[in-house]
């Protein structure tokens, strides 16, 4: 896969489990973190070798913001399989 539809596909998939965090919760203003986490993906420069953020050995989130996230991941992950049944089986496939 070329790298840019690697990371637009990637900024994608955020932006949903974002979506759907913020869907059923209130603490995270969800445009600040769609932003921040899709302008760390453009500027990615393992973006060619890792195939998760959580896998990468560069950890370029600030401290609060990857809070967020993993908070995010932690709820939207799971419930996936439900919203979007085919990113989330395409994602276990690649891991």
Do not use: N, W
């Amino acid at each position: 896969m070329d790298i840019e539809k690697k990371r637009q596909k990637e900024i994608e998939i955020v932006s949903l489990m974002i979506h759907l965090y913020c869907r059923y919760h209130d603490d995270i203003d969800e445009q600040e973190l769609i932003g921040y986490a899709a302008g760390r993906i453009e500027k990615c420069p393992m973006m060619q070798k890792k195939t998760f953020c959580s896998q990468c050995p560069i950890h370029c989130y600030q401290k609060e913001m990857q809070e967020k996230i993993k908070k995010v991941m932690r709820y939207s992950g799971p419930r996936m399989i439900f919203y979007h049944p085919i990113l989330a089986i395409k994602h276990v496939i690649q891991k």
